[in-house]
C-alpha cells in the first residue's frame, strides 16, 4: 500500500483526481498465487477488465502472467503490449459472426459459453481447438449482478448439455482442449469455490473430453474492501484446491494444466483515486462534502451499492462528523459514501478512496463531459509510469474527431 505522504506528493504534483496504483503489489498478488495454489501446471490469466492500466499490464507480462480477455478489443490490446497468443484466454458472451473470425484469426484460444455459437462454430470452423464454457451450478459473488453461475445468468452452458455438446464437437471435428467455469466476482464462501471446481470436474471426463489440456476455474476470489473484514485463507484455500484437481487429474489420467483468471484479487487493493474536495454544505440532516470526481470516474458504490473506504488524507486528525461524500455530477445518486463518519472535512481537504484498483478505471466513462483522471504506477517509491488526463479541449476534439 502506498503511504500518505507519498499519496499526497502525488496528488500535488499532478494533480487531482488521481488513481495511483502500487505496481509491486500487484506483481506480488500474482507470485503469491503460486504459493498459495501449490500445483505445479498452474497458470494465472490476469482479468484485464478489471484494470486495462498499460504500465500494470506490462508488469504483469514481465512477471509471467497471461490474460482473460472478454472482447476483440482487450485480445488486440493485449497483443500489441506483447501478449503471447498463447497467454490469451477470449471468454466472450454473445459474440457476433465478425468478432468470432477476428479474434479466431489470431489463434488465441475462444472459449465458447452456448450451444447456439457452438453450433456456428461447429458449422463454420471444422476442426478448431476451443475451450467450453460451462454453468458450474453455483451461485456467489458479491452482489446480484456479479453472480456468474446458476438459474439466473447468461453464461456458460449448463452441465446438463454435456450430451448435446458432445454431438456437436464430433459433428464439427472441434478439439476441446479446455473447460472452463467462472462462479462469480467476490466469492463470499471459499466453499463455493470448491463446490464450482467439482461440478465441472465431473463432466470432465476422458470418454467427454479426451484432449483436454486445460481446466480454467475463473476468478472471483475475494479480497477485504472494509476495514476490520477478514481476509481469505489463501493457504488454505490454495491447498484444497490443489489436492482437488491433483486428485482429478490421477482420475483424467494425466496432468492437466489449471488456470485461474483473477482481476479483483490481483489490483482491487492495490489503488486509490486522491481527490480534492471544493464545496461543504449543511442540508438541515446532512452533511454533504463535495469533491472534484464523480461516478463515472468510479460507479462501484452507486452501481453495486459496494463499499469503499474513504480517508481524510490532509485533515487525519480533525475531529469526526458524519458525511455523504458526493462528486461533481448532476445526478442525486452520485455519491461515493453516505453517512460515513471521517475526520473534519474541509475544503481543499484530500480524499482517498481506497481499493479503486478493480472495476474503477475500466469502468469508466467522461458523463458531463469530465475527461477521466490521470494513473500513476508506482513501483519502489517511484512513478515507473503514467498517464495523462486529457483537457477538455482535447476531450471536445476527440468526440469531434470521431465525427463527420
Ligand atoms: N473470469 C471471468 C469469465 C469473469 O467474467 C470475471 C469477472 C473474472 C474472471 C474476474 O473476476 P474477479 O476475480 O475480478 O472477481 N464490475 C464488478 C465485477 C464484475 C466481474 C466481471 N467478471 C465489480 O466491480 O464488482
Redesign the pocket.
Known sequence: MIGKPQLLELAEKYGTPLFVYDGEQVVENYRKLFEFIPYPGLKVHY?M??NYNPGLLKLLKEAGAGL?T?SPGEVAFALKLGFPKERIIY?ANNMTDQEFEEVLETGVVM?IGSLSRLKKIARDHKGANICL?FNPDVCDG??A??M?GGDLTK?GILLDSVEEVKTLVREGGLHVVGL?E?T????QHVESVFRSMENLMRIATPENFPELRFMDF????KVPYKPGEERVDYYKMGAGIAKLFTEFCKKYGRELEMYF??????V?ECGTLVVEVNTIKHNRTRTIAGCNSGFPQLI?PM??G?YHHIVNLSNPDGVPHTYDICGNICETGDRFAEQRELPEIREYDLLAIENAG???YS?GGVYNMRPMPAEVVVCGGKVVSERRRLTNAELAEQILGECR
Not at 483468471?261 to 490481483?266: F, R, S
Open positions: 482479468a477488465k478489471a482473460d472478454v471468454t472459449n464454457r458479491d452482489s449482478a456479479t456468474t453464461f472452463h467462472h462469480g466476482s467476490g466469492l475463473g476468478g472471483g476470489f483468471e483473477p482481476g479483483k484479487y490481483m482491487a462501484r452501481l453495486y459496494a478493480a472495476y474503477c469502468m
